[in-house]
C-alpha cells in the first residue's frame, strides 16, 4: 500500500509539471539533502543504507544527493544558500533560529521526540542533585535543546544560568573535558551519554519533565512552493521507513548498530529513549512556544516566531 501511495505521488509531480504548462526537464536535476545519524536517527540512516530514498526519487526522474550535515544551523545556512533542498533531521530550535532571522524554512514533517536522549552528565560523586552545580564548570553547545536543558534544570530548582560557568563546546568535547575533568559537568546526547555512562559518569537528570526535544524534516521555502510533489515522496519514504523500523526491529537496530559503529544493546537503548513520528501535534506546538520564549529570554533571538506558520499544513496531525 505504501509503495502504491509513493507512485501515485510520483505520477503528481509529473500531472502537476503538465498542468503549469512544464516539461519533465523542468524539475531540478537533482534533490539536495542532508544525512544526520546522531543521536540515534533510525528511520533516516534506513532510508540510506536501504536505498529506498534513491529509488522513489529515481521513479520521478530525479537524483539524490546526501550532504553530512549535522548541524542544524549549518543545514539552515545551506538552506539560505540555495545548496540544501532538505534537511532530513533538524532541531525545531533551529528552524525557529533561522525563521527568525529571515531565513524561510519550514517544517514538512515530524522526526522524533527524544527526551530521554539529551542528559547533564556529570563524573564528580560529589555533585548529587541540580543544586550542586552552583559555581561549577558546565560545558556544551550554546543556543541549543542542551542549553536549554541546562537552564530549565536550574530554574526549577530556584537557580539561573548565572549561578554555574556554562562555557560554550561542542558534544565531543564536552565529553572529553568531562572525562578528563576540566568541567565538571557536560551537556551530552545520544550515545555519548552511553560512552559516559560506561566511563564511569552518570546521568544528573535527562530532559523528560523539563524540556521537550523536536526533531523535524525542513525543507526551504522555496522548494516546497515549487515542487511540493517532491516533498510528499520524501515524506512518505520517511513514514514507510517508521513502518519497516517497526516491523523489523531486530534487523534496524543491527542497521543503525552498524552505521554508529555502537553495539546492539546501545542500539536498542537509543531506540527505546526515542519516541518516532511523521507527525506533529498540538503539544508540539506548545512546547515550541517554550522554546520560543526561552531564545527570546536568552537573546539567541531577536524577533518571535509564530510555530504554525512555519509548519506545513499537512504535516500537522490535528
Do not use: C
Not at 547533564?120 to 552552583?134: M, Q
Not at 555519548?192 to 546521568?203: C, W
Not at 508540539?284 to 539567541?300: A, G, H, P, Q, V
Amino acid at each position: 500500500m505504501k509503495r502504491i501511495l509513493i507512485t501515485l505521488l510520483i505520477i503528481g509531480v509529473a500531472t502537476a509539471s503538465f498542468a503549469a504548462g512544464q516539461t519533465e526537464s523542468s524539475l531540478p536535476d537533482t534533490v539536495h539533502v542532508s544525512y544526520v545519524r546522531s543521536p540515534f536517527n533510525l528511520p533516516a540512516i534506513l532510508m540510506k543504507e536501504r536505498g529506498t530514498l534513491e529509488e522513489a526519487f529515481a521513479e520521478a526522474g530525479v537524483e539524490l544527493k546526501y550532504h553530512e550535515i549535522t548541524s542544524g544551523a549549518k543545514q539552515a545556512q545551506a538552506m539560505a544558500a540555495g545548496s540544501l533542498d532538505i534537511g532530513g533531521v533538524m532541531n525545531t530550535t533551529s528552524v525557529i533560529l533561522a525563521k527568525s532571522n529571515g531565513n524561510d524554512v519550514r517544517i514538512v514533517s515530524g522526526f522524533s521526540r527524544p527526551a530521554n536522549m539529551f542528559s547533564i552528565v556529570v563524573k564528580d560523586p560529589e555533585i548529587e542533585t541540580i543544586e550542586d552545580l552552583e559555581g561549577k564548570k558546565v560545558a556544551g553547545p550554546k543556543g541549543t535543546v542542551l542549553h536549554q536543558l541546562l537552564s530549565a534544570a536550574l530554574v526549577s530548582k530556584g537557580m539561573e544560568m548565572g549561578d554555574v560557568e556554562f562555557l560554550h563546546m561542542g558534544l565531543p568535547q564536552s565529553s572529553t573535558a568531562l572525562m578528563a575533568g576540566h568541567i565538571d559537568a557536560a551537556l551530552l546526547a545520544g550515545s555519548l551519554v552511553i560512552k559516559a555512562q560506561n566511563s564511569g559518569a552518570r546521568v544528573l537528570t535527562s530532559a523528560e519533565g523539563l524540556v521537550s526535544p523536536k526533531l523535524v524534516i525542513a525543507a526551504r521555502g522555496e522548494f516546497v512552493e515549487t515542487y511540493p510533489p517532491l516533498v510528499d515522496i520524501y515524506t512518505q519514504v520517511h513514514t514507510e521507513a517508521v513502518a519497516w523500523m517497526e516491523a523489523n526491529l531486530e534487523r534496524a537496530l543491527k542497521i543503525g548498530a552498524e552505521e554508529q559503529g555502537i553495539s546492539l544493546a546501545d542500539a536498542r537503548q537509543l531506540y527505546e529513549w526515542t519516541e518516532f513520528t511523521s507527525s506533529i501535534i498540538p503539544r508540539d506546538l506548545e512546547t515550541m512556544e517554550e522554546d520560543i520564549t526561552f531564545m527570546l529570554n536568552n537573546k539567541l533571538i531577536e524577533n518571535t516566531v509564530e510555530p504554525d506558520k512555519i509548519i506545513v499544513e499537512n504535516a500537522m496531525n490535528l
